[in-house]
């Protein structure tokens, strides 16, 4: 097999690497207790077998974890390979491979908001805010790649009740796909793929969209990796910005409480959360980190109240929503769940009746999340 003077570079620098961090483990007192390393060979070396022996040993044994990530990658890359680690990667951005719901989970999750639905009668809505692969899916140049994300969100609202509303995040993510809509290191919607949903959906809220017009731009975030880039370590992409929309008629400003699992409560005085602009994950800048409940008042000069059941998704827009409600409150299943019984106080104070409107808004792939939806039941839902 003959191998091009970039590919030799490379396996050169590989086995000097093996040679340094094998230096290393000798050196390490307690080297004699912990396996060798994985013995090599080109065939598992093309097949990236040899690359995730590699990883996995550095992972589990030294402090050099992240090298081995990223030489992996690189490795992996020079043999052809696009997907690595779950992650599609080319020179623009960074995309996980999703793991849909099944069938049974898209019946289990809309029976269990059917049955809310049923017992509240609060004007309800859904919005499910389709995966990157299906707005970027022209980016899957060397694999034939369908995503199911159409799919999946039509059986799912045929599932659900006549009676709540479809709100469609796809429609404006499809028409401005070309766009910076999703970050290029993470899964999330940026600022701007949040301000196409809003706008595409409030009038079926109640209230009239905003137009870009009216909205300042502000950097909070200039050098942000996310979660994808954490998995691959992959240099050649760009850094994401994480931008907040400033509405320019008038400073809509707002106090966020949040309580955590374990009943501890915080507040601040703002709807970001700026202490988090120098942490790991700084897009927790955008809403705060995450916490089963956070209740947040506004200045809007709509009075409108709305509960929200949703994941991480929903962050970006609540910047948007601020201004059509002075009551908001997020509820987060999958953190509920973990630690139910401490909160169930917490719970139980929310009373869905108080509220104008009851949002459900979650990415496709946490509709495979199923059991959080058990905790629905906890809420306080008399009239």
């Known amino acids: 097999m003959k191998f091009s003077l970039i590919q030799k570079i490379f396996i050169c ?47 589990e044994n030294t402090s050099l974890a992240k090298s081995a ?4 990658t690189h490795f992996d890359m020079l043999a052809g390979k696009s997907f690595i680690n779950g992650i599609y990667i080319n020179k623009s951005s960074l995309i996980k491979i ?33 995966t990157k692969s299906q707005i970027n899916n022209e980016q899957f140049l060397s694999y034939s790649f369908q995503s199911d994300d159409l799919w999946i969100m039509e059986k799912y609202n045929g599932s659900l009740d006549d009676a709540i509303v479809k709100l469609d995040a796809l429609t404006p993510l499809i028409y401005i796909k070309d766009m910076s809509t999703f970050y290029k290191t993470d899964s999330n919607l940026t600022g701007w793929g949040a301000f196409l949903v809003y706008a595409h959906n409030i ?3 109640g209230s009239n969209p905003c137009s870009i017009s009216q909205f300042n731009i502000q950097h909070i975030v200039s050098n942000f990796y996310g979660k994808l880039f954490d998995k691959t370590l992959y240099s050649d992409v760009a850094p994401d910005v994480i931008d907040i929309f400033r509405y320019n008629i008038y400073t809509v400003s707002g106090s966020v409480n949040q309580i955590f699992n374990d009943h501890s409560f915080s507040q601040r005085l703002s709807l970001e959360d700026v202490s988090q602009q120098q942490k790991t994950d700084a897009i927790n800048v955008v ?36 201004i059509h409600y002075q009551n908001i409150t997020i509820v987060d299943l999958e ?9 169930k ?21 946490n509709l495979a999340n199923i059991e959080q939806f058990n905790a629905l039941d906890m809420f306080n839902l008399k009239p």
Do not use: W
């Open 203 to 205: 009038k079926q809220l």
């Open 98 to 130: 999703p793991k849909f719901p099944s069938v049974q989970d898209i019946k289990c999750v809309s029976e269990k908001i059917n049955q809310f639905r049923y017992k509240t009668k609060q004007p309800m809505y859904s919005l499910i805010i389709p």
């Open 287 to 322: 809403m705060g980190e995450p916490a089963p409940i956070k209740h947040i008042s506004t200045n809007s000069k709509d009075k409108g109240r709305i509960l929200i059941f949703a994941d991480q998704s929903i962050n970006p827009l609540i910047h948007f929503l601020a």
């Open 345 to 365: 106080d917490s719970i139980q104070q929310i009373n869905c009746s108080e509220y104008d409107q009851v949002l459900f808004a979650y990415g496709i792939e």
């Open 69 to 72: 990530t990223y030489f992996k």
């Open 335 to 343: 953190e509920v769940k973990k630690v139910d019984h401490k909160l």
């Open 13 to 59: 620098a590989f086995f000097t690497l093996i040679i340094v961090c094998s230096t290393y483990l000798i050196l390490d007192f307690s080297f004699f207790n912990k396996r060798q390393l994985p013995e090599f060979s080109f065939q598992k070396f093309l097949k990236g077998e040899y690359q995730d022996s590699v990883s996995k040993y550095f992972s």
